[in-house]
């Protein structure tokens, strides 16, 4: 569970350390300072701060901002589930994959939504257009300028990025969710650390400091009801009603994406085995024949994010269950299969995710029960 400590400890450094002189690389580390110090000068508070302000973050380094940035345009969803979180949304223009961005969460939230069909997808057939950043005209990239860089689908190279970043709008970001790419050779954060580099660049210091304290309150809470052993669990992503073929995860690779899991003390079921070195981006692929051999205590899907958890019973586990292999696994003749959750999720996706994962592992402990409260968020939110 050290996620969750590591989560508590370092939260209020983001918004109070101060950041040393990086300058404006695209690429290379940021020296100095532990994981947790963020950098900027922004130390709390809701609206423009009446004047010039800096906020620094690995890539990119420091960013000067003269005011609270009002178009802005991201690439992973789980940047803007944070500017949701800090009732910033309206500034959200554009974004990719939209398709991976779970807003149904926020149905449960009194007051809180995003119009996602508003929101312009940068990410073509081809990849990514850099005309596209200057028909935007955003004020912020929210965006790790590496992971446009490293990804050869996306056409673009440091050039391409220098000319936006110039002629544009400043990046500023971190690739968060995984931490397997080698390219990553600069310092990574935790989930509530780009958080707070988020809240500094709107000025919302206040609410950051809130949802933050509600979520340590409630992680806390969720781990002092676990019992003392724990399952482990195949984390893997099968598309389809009647998945045949998977790509595994290690469920113990650090990253945002696992969160939840960490959190909960859930053990990885591939530790030990022979094909735990299927653990990088090209992760190879499975059958129900190697899962097998491993034969873990619950099985966790990816790509069902968009079902239920009746819908997913009804398709993907009722196929597991008269399928010839699956139905011989002990995680489907005990029941514990379940959806793996979102890649990308920001702070409100992560409390709904470490409820359901919690619900799942430990229903005898949990049931039903919802385990942090709706409307607190809600206020938090909206600014109460």
């Known amino acids: 569970m050290a996620g969750s400590s590591q989560e508590g400890t370092r939260r209020r450094d983001v918004l109070l350390a101060g950041g040393s002189a990086m300058g404006l690389a695209l690429a290379g580390c940021v020296g100095g300072g532990s994981e947790g110090e963020g950098g900027g000068n922004d130390t709390g508070g809701g ?19 003269e005011s609270v940035p009002e178009r802005v345009v991201t690439y992973f969803p789980g940047y803007a589930d944070m500017c949701v979180a800090l009732g910033v949304e309206e500034t959200l223009i554009a974004m990719a994959e939209t398709d991976r961005y779970h807003t149904g969460y926020y149905d449960e939230l009194d007051g809180v939504s995003i119009d996602k069909g508003g929101l312009q997808d940068i990410l073509g057939e081809s990849g990514i257009d850099r005309e596209i950043f200057y028909e935007l005209g955003a004020d912020l990239h929210l965006i790790d300028p590496q992971w446009l860089t490293n990804n050869e689908f996306f056409g673009l190279d440091e050039s391409d990025v220098e000319d936006v970043r110039t002629n544009v709008a400043p990046f500023l970001g971190n690739t968060i969710f995984r931490r397997t790419d080698e390219w990553h050779d600069y310092e990574y ?14 000025q919302e210091g206040e609410r950051y400091e809130a949802f933050a304290g509600f ?3 409630f992680v806390s809470g969720v781990q002092e009801r676990l019992p003392e052993e724990r399952p482990n669990a195949l984390l893997v992503f099968g598309d389809g009603d009647e998945p045949e073929a998977f790509s595994p995860y290690r469920l113990a690779d650090e990253g945002t994406n696992k969160k939840q899991f960490h959190d909960l003390g859930i053990e990885d079921a591939l530790a030990g085995t022979g094909i735990e070195g299927l653990s990088t981006t090209d992760r190879g692929q499975i059958d129900y024949e190697t899962m097998l ?32 292999v699956a ?7 005990e029941g514990n299969v379940f959806r ?10 992560n409390l709904f995710t470490t409820e359901r994962a919690a619900h799942d592992f430990f229903p005898e402990e ?13 206020e938090i939110v909206a600014g109460r």
Do not use: C, N, W
Not at 47 to 61: E, L, R
Not at 190 to 198: C, D, H, N, R, W
């Open 327 to 333: 139905s011989e696994l002990t995680a489907v003749q």
């Open 366 to 378: 949990f049931g039903d029960e919802e385990l942090f409260d709706r409307a607190r968020v809600a």
């Open 215 to 217: 979520h340590d309150e």
């Open 47 to 65: 609206g423009d701060g009446g004047g010039s302000y800096t906020v620094s973050m690995a890539p990119a380094g420091d960013v000067e901002f």
């Open 189 to 202: 954060y935790t989930l509530y650390e780009a958080f707070g580099k988020v809240a500094q660049v709107h």
């Open 340 to 349: 793996g959750g979102p890649i990308y999720q920001g702070p409100i996706q």
């Open 293 to 324: 051999e491993v034969d873990p205590d619950t099985l966790l899907i990816r790509g069902h994010e968009d079902k239920s958890a009746a819908e997913f019973a009804d398709t993907v586990v009722a196929f597991m269950e008269d399928h010839p």
